[in-house]
């Protein structure tokens, strides 16, 4: 418990410990911090510290999934404008989102329309400052009511032909992270793409689960799935061309399928 104390306390004076000690651990706002990589503190200690924590192998491995993701984003994107179509990106618990704002300089932006998901307003705040002008939409939403979405975009005609997930699943039991992606899967224009993220492993597993505080006050609850279970899941679910990749540290699964 003293232990435990003093790891706090040394963690608080840094942007990323405090986030994490402080109930925002799974928050878009944390996980774009990690993502910029600029350490940030109270007093030139706190920025040494955050330095640190942002070379813990599980920081690392979340940086790389941005260039991951934006990979396979911008691979599909130009993949339908070859095919004239306009790429619908729907992101679930997106935060702010900032591999898809950085996607969207490189393509006309014309031929892509994207509508960002999350409940927490500080991240979606902090989109749409960093969007600016590109076509990203943020809305306040549960996530959890893909229902009402889907309901919606028919009337719209606004369907998406790529559905994206990341740091979302992870924290789901799977009972309710099957159901979810089945909900996806529903409100996916045929032959669109899924991507999704889970984890494996994590290096930081046990720290977190002693320190860490999520946004609804819970402690830090992480579900890890191996690769043969997502992907016997996915193929049950219906998806195609399922592809299953797991980084170099063990952690980060990336995974990937096509609505039949």
Not at 70 to 85: G, S, T
Not at 149 to 161: D, E, G, Q, V
Not at 169 to 174: A, G, I, R
Request: with cysteine; net charge positive; hydrophobic share 40%.
């Amino acid at each position: 418990m003293i232990t435990q104390k003093i790891i706090k306390s040394i963690m608080a004076i840094s942007k990323l410990g405090r986030n994490v000690i402080g109930g925002k651990a799974d928050s878009g706002l944390n996980i774009d911090h990690m993502y910029r990589n600029r350490p940030k503190g109270v007093t030139r200690v706190g920025k040494f510290v955050d330095g640190v924590l942002l070379n813990l192998p599980s920081v690392k491995a979340t940086r790389r999934k941005k260039d991951i993701i934006m990979k396979i984003l911008r691979n599909e994107i130009a993949n339908n404008i070859l095919l004239n179509k306009k790429s619908k990106i729907l992101d679930i618990a997106s935060g702010p989102a900032r591999y898809i704002v950085d996607v969207l300089t490189t393509y006309n932006q014309d031929k892509i329309d994207v509508l960002c998901l999350d409940s927490d307003k500080r991240s979606i705040n902090f989109g749409k400052a960093l969007a600016g002008k590109r076509p990203i939409r943020y809305a306040k939403a549960n996530v959890f009511k893909l229902a009402h979405l889907k309901a919606l975009s028919r009337r719209i005609s606004w369907i998406p032909n790529i559905i994206i997930t990341t740091g979302f699943f992870e924290m789901l039991s799977d009972a309710t992270f099957e159901d979810m992606l089945k909900d996806a899967y529903s409100h996916l224009e045929k032959n669109g793409l899924i991507l999704f993220t889970a984890q494996s492993d994590n290096p930081s597993k046990k720290l977190m689960s002693k320190i860490g505080k999520k946004q609804d006050g819970q402690s830090w609850n992480m579900f890890f799935r191996t690769p043969e279970y997502l992907r016997e899941m996915m193929i049950n679910l219906n998806f195609r061309d399922v592809i299953i990749s797991v980084d170099q540290w063990g952690m980060y699964e990336y995974c990937t399928g096509r609505k039949a």
